[in-house]
């Protein structure tokens, strides 16, 4: 409240509005929802030619490359 008088800006300005408090999201900033990793299970496949490739348990997929093209592989 710039004068004390209870106005204060026209944009708002109430509880929970100040810095870190944008959109009312209540998180840390961490990248939640985001895909780290997907799990040893699925597949890789190329996205040049569609060849399709069983995911190795501790290997990205983009590590990979295709057998018939020589593309890099990614997850699907």
Do not use: E, F
């Not at 944009?11 to 939640?32: H, L, N, P, T």
């Not at 890789?44 to 983009?62: D, E, N, R, W």
Request: glycine content about 28%; charged content about 15%.
């Amino acid at each position: 409240m710039p004068r004390g008088d209870g106005t204060g800006p026209p944009w708002g300005g109430g509880a929970g509005v100040g810095r870190g408090m944008r959109g009312g999201s209540k998180d840390s900033g961490r990248a939640i929802g985001m895909r780290l990793g997907a799990g040893p299970g699925g597949n890789c496949i190329c996205p040049g030619c569609g060849t399709i490739v069983p995911h190795q348990a501790g290997s990205p997929c983009y590590n990979s490359t295709c057998p018939d093209c020589g593309a890099k592989l990614v997850r699907g």
